[in-house]
């Protein structure tokens, strides 16, 4: 049976930006039905049933997380949308901005009467300027509408979106960096907990969901929970997911399949196979933070739990897959480089860790390793990981831990014969 | 009260205390750099992870509240692990200029490699980054960039101390850089505070920078004495007795190098202002008084004792109680004061301007008062404010006759400048008297015009207490020997009360004791009791504040 496409469904249609199109194709019936049929608890309780887990990395289950927010504080409750995409090989939450910026407000409008909030956030990446445009007409439709504002589709709640654009920093997408950044602050990710959802933004109760995690919402509550749990590998991956492939595939795409797709399928039979009937050397599954898969590791299925059986992560989907012409040690010290970019500098394994290890990786790479490099490297890896205030440490800690590992006979040919050991690259 | 179980010991703990605020109170160590109980948490340095059973991953001490059964252990080698980490981590691109270092001696960077590190580093020596080397960020306070290990205390403290925001992290990642605005300076009034809480030698003093190193100093705990605030401090100076003090220097009555912020938190948290911190300065502006002298012949004090006894014991009898008087000042200590009360029979005062009034006025929203002196409020529970009204009045009553031989006793104010009316009218005071006596820390030209001059020990050279203006009375501690032959106030006052026949002890201990058993409010402290910290007394009475 083919793969019904849910999220992607109307993706291709170049009008569905707009509101009138978007209701034509029977937009907004979810959020009208929720806000005005559904009580609060209920949309939580709805979407506990579901298993729908968050697409933001972590697959922390969305309805639980909702659950959590403390109802009798006083202070208002805010959400997120975190729509600051910034890890490597990850674009499908842009795919969604751009082109079915609707799709995401009714989601945000749903997940925002189930927590009772009246000003929800999209914190969006300070890159997407397309998507910016997109986003602020789609709103300005909406509000000229009255699903948004005062008593949104005639019902009792109030609400309104405020679209933020970021100024292009990776650690803004991590939930506590972003509502700080949200502040008006240096993106610093916060000690947890408390978590957000009791001390957010502005002190206050506060939901970050993933742009793809909220796109879900208005098809749960067209389709209902079984509809819902009838897509993906098991109870506990269950719904419809964007995968982001490229690298070395003949057909790199952002692709719409259910949770735990099997990975192979994905690369052989979705996006046309290896690039030039190469030989597979890797694939990393779930973005540049995660411990890459090594050919014989590639029979999974790219749900939560499997590929956390292979020892990986799903992360953001981000499917980097690498041929034979691929060199690890290029591929490790890209990776560092981007953390130690990308670090906020706060703590200190985080701040010279990621830094100390692009200096080791590059001299390596480059024909100066040392012989005992590698033990040092993975020494620090191991301290990076699991000390610091975000994971961020640990996202550069876990992907070189294991190229390194998975990989030695290639880090040791460089550090021993000064080149490279594939063949493409040996002049390195 | 959660019952916490840290190394095996179980303690009892405040709810809603961390971790490393228990730790701190039954004194197990756990190593930091970014928190400061003063400033706050920020849990980013990362130094003081500790193990709490249940835990998968190691936790932050600082930012851990504990809870009821809570297992904590500092002492796991997963937690050496990961302190030593974090030491070979901040020490990646450290200059390590220990050599040329004001905070050697004294560095947190020191102390915890040796207790936790003690690596070899495997950073090239040639490849470390190179920042930008002692530059002023203020008046008071140099930065070396490439000491700084970003624990943000500095940060923090002009966001949440002075509310000032003058110094900021810059740049990200490895290029975070503490720094301030062009156009910004750190010139607010606390600044010295920051090279009080800089745990490394990032942030110096320009004042204190190579003048001396740190080992050579011996620290001694007292009461900053530039207004009623009584903030606690430490004195840093060269030791008096034998043995100490920096080699080649002859300083064998000791020199005051620096002072520090010496925590209380119910008087000033860490703090200091500037001025109180560079107070003791205010004792090098003019030459010292150092020799007794009558009428511009030097005497040795102890053969002037008699004759001033003596002459007022004459004026007593010639024209009766009344024309003797004295004045006070209010940064002498209470012990000095309530001896001077006993000898001149309640007849002083010791009001020059308007202490009375703005005492327990603020200056600022932090510490600083109007009051420039340290004893305002025990100069008032002696009952030292009565009917003599002060220098203007006494000034009167001596140009009336009524009142013909005084003893003045004049103390600099320590912050800012005595008001020059206050020496004017001390001056014309002076010259009205019939005889008088100046007492005081100084040469000053207009005590010249004194029948006799006597030197009097100032703050740091004398044992006492100072009552702030909150009625805490607080111990200032004797750091360095008086100049030449000046004695303490209370020194000088019981051998006059000796000459009259009263037996007086001149150890401060026991003068409180009789303080203590005589003046309301002051029963059953002792200076055991009132310690390092201070301790409260009863308010003033109404009437006596006015
Ligand atoms: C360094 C770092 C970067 C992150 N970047 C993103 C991001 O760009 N977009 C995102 O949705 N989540 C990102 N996350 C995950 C968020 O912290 C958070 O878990 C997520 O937004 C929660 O949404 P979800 O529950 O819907 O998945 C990042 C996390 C880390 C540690
Ligand atoms: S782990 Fe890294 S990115 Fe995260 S808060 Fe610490 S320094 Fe910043
Ligand atoms: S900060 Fe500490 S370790 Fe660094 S140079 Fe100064 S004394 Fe040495
Ligand atoms: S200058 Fe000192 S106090 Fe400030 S961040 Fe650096 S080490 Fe910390």
């Given at each position: 049976m083919p793969y019904e496409l849910v999220l992607f469904k109307n993706i291709v249609d170049p009008r569905v930006k707009e509101i009138d199109r978007y209701i034509e194709l029977g937009g907004y019936k979810a959020a009208e039905k929720v806000v005005k049929e559904i009580t609060p608890k209920d949309v939580i309780e709805t979407t506990k049933a579901t298993g729908l887990r968050g697409r933001g990395g972590a697959g922390f289950p969305t309805g639980l997380k909702w659950s959590f927010v403390p109802k009798d504080t006083g202070k208002p409750i805010y959400l997120c949308c975190n729509a600051d995409e910034s890890e490597p090989g990850t674009c499908k939450d842009r795919v969604i901005i751009e082109r079915d910026p609707h799709q995401l407000i009714e989601g945000i409008i749903i997940a925002a009467y189930a927590v009772d909030c009246h000003l929800a956030f999209i914190y969006l990446r300070g890159e997407f300027s397309l998507g910016y445009r997109v986003l602020d007409k789609a709103l300005q439709e909406a509000r000229a509408r009255g699903f948004l504002g005062g008593r949104i589709f005639g019902s009792g709640h109030d609400l309104d979106i405020v679209l933020h654009s970021g100024a292009g920093a990776y650690i803004c997408g991590e939930e506590t960096g972003l509502i700080e950044s949200l502040e008006g602050k240096r993106g610093h990710p916060r000690q947890k907990p408390p978590f957000p959802a009791v001390q957010g933004l502005y002190g206050c109760p506060t939901v970050v969901n993933n742009v793809e995690t909220l796109a879900n919402l208005p098809h749960i509550f067209n389709r209902g929970v079984d509809w819902f749990k009838s897509i993906g590998s098991n109870e506990k991956n269950t719904g419809p997911k964007l995968y982001c492939v490229s690298g070395h595939v003949?057909?790199?795409?952002?692709?719409?399949?259910?949770?735990?797709?099997?990975?192979?399928?994905?690369?052989?039979?979705?996006?046309?196979?290896?690039?030039?009937?190469?030989?597979?050397?890797?694939?990393?599954?779930?973005?540049?933070?995660?411990?890459?898969?090594?050919?014989?590791?590639?029979?999974?299925?790219?749900d939560f739990d499997s590929l956390a059986a292979k020892g990986t992560l799903l992360g953001s989907c981000g499917v980097m897959v690498m041929d034979e012409t691929a060199c690890m040690v290029r591929l490790a010290l890209r990776t560092a480089r981007f953390y130690a970019e990308e670090t906020c500098g706060q703590c200190t394994q985080c701040r010279e860790g990621t830094w100390w290890m692009e200096q080791v990786l590059h001299r390596i790479e480059h024909g100066y390793g040392k012989a005992d490099d590698l033990r040092m490297i993975l020494d620090m890896c191991a301290n990076m990981k699991g000390v610091t205030i975000c994971v961020l440490s640990d996202a550069c800690a876990m992907p070189v831990e294991a190229m390194i590992n998975k990989y030695r006979e290639e880090f040791e040919y460089h550090i021993t014969q000064k080149r490279c050991m594939v063949p493409a690259h040996a002049h390195a | 009260m959660p019952k916490v179980t840290i190394n095996g010991q179980v303690y009892e703990a405040a709810k809603g205390k961390t971790i490393i605020q228990v730790a701190d109170d039954i004194g197990v160590q756990i190593p930091r750099y970014c928190y400061h109980p003063d400033i706050g948490i920020e849990g980013s340095c990362r130094m003081c992870l500790v193990e709490v059973k249940s835990a998968p991953k190691l936790l932050p001490a600082c930012a851990t509240p504990v809870t009821e059964n809570m297992d904590v252990r500092t002492d796991t080698q997963r937690v050496h692990e990961a302190v030593r980490y974090a030491?070979?981590?901040?020490?990646?691109?450290?200059?390590?200029?220990?050599?040329?270092?004001?905070?050697?001696?004294?560095?947190?960077?020191q102390d915890y490699y040796m207790a936790h590190a003690g690596h070899d580093s495997r950073y090239p020596l040639g490849q470390k980054t190179r920042r930008r080397k002692a530059f002023n960020l203020g008046p008071l306070v140099k930065l070396d960039q490439e000491r700084c290990i970003l624990c943000t205390r500095c940060v923090r403290f002009t966001r949440h101390v002075t509310k000032t925001n003058e110094i900021q992290v810059f740049n990200r990642a490895h290029n975070s850089e503490i720094g301030i605005f062009e156009d910004r300076p750190l010139n607010n009034p606390y600044s010295g505070n920051v090279v009080d809480v800089c745990p490394v030698g990032a942030?110096?003093?320009?004042?204190?920078?190579?003048k001396a190193r740190v080992w050579f100093l011996k620290g001694t705990d007292s009461v900053c004495a530039g207004c009623s605030t009584g903030c606690n401090l430490r004195i840093d100076h060269t030791a008096r007795a034998a043995g100490g003090g920096i080699p080649g220097y002859t300083a064998t009555d000791g020199k005051i190098y620096r002072t520090v912020g010496r925590r209380n938190v119910e008087v000033n948290k860490s703090w200091l202002c500037d001025e109180g911190r560079l107070s003791f300065h205010t004792l090098e502006r003019w030459p010292r008084l150092r020799q007794a002298s009558v009428r511009g012949k030097q005497q040795p004090v102890s053969a002037l004792l008699p004759v001033i006894h003596a002459n007022f014991e004459s004026v007593r009898s010639d024209h009766g109680d009344d024309a003797v008087a004295a004045l006070a000042s209010a940064t002498n200590t209470n012990e000095g004061l309530f001896l001077m009360k006993k000898y001149f029979k309640g007849r002083l005062d010791f009001r020059l301007g308007r202490e009375v009034e703005q005492y327990q006025q603020q200056q600022d929203e932090l510490l600083r008062r109007y009051d420039k002196h340290p004893n305002t409020h025990g100069a008032l529970d002696l009952g030292l404010a009565g009917g003599l009204g002060g220098l203007r009045r006494l000034r009167d009553l001596a140009e009336k006759k009524e009142v013909r031989g005084m003893w003045i006793s004049f103390h600099p104010q320590l912050v800012g400048e005595d008001a020059p009316e206050i020496i004017e009218d001390l001056k014309r005071l002076i010259e009205a008297l019939e005889w008088s006596v100046v007492c005081t820390t100084h040469d000053f030209g207009w005590a010249h015009e004194a029948d006799f001059l006597l030197p009097m020990a100032a703050w740091a050279e004398e044992k006492g207490t100072y009552t702030n203006y909150a009625g805490r009375v607080q111990i200032a501690n004797r750091a360095v020997m008086p100049a030449g032959d000046a004695e303490p106030l209370h020194v000088l006052m019981a051998e006059l009360l000796n000459l009259s026949g009263v037996e007086v002890p001149t150890d401060p201990a026991a003068i409180f004791e009789w303080i203590a058993s005589e003046v309301p409010g002051y029963g059953g402290l002792d200076y055991d009791a009132i310690g390092p910290s201070g301790a409260a007394v009863a308010p003033v009475p109404e009437e006596v504040l006015r």
């Open positions: 003949n057909k790199p795409a952002v692709v719409e399949r259910e949770l735990g797709v099997p990975l192979m399928e994905l690369i052989n039979e979705v996006c046309g196979g290896v690039r030039d009937g190469n030989k597979l050397k890797g694939v990393i599954p779930g973005g540049s933070s995660v411990p890459i898969l090594r050919p014989e590791e590639c029979d999974v299925r790219m | 030491m070979e981590f901040l020490l990646l691109h450290h200059p390590i200029d220990c050599p040329v270092c004001d905070q050697s001696g004294e560095c947190w960077l942030l110096t003093s320009a004042d204190f920078r190579f």
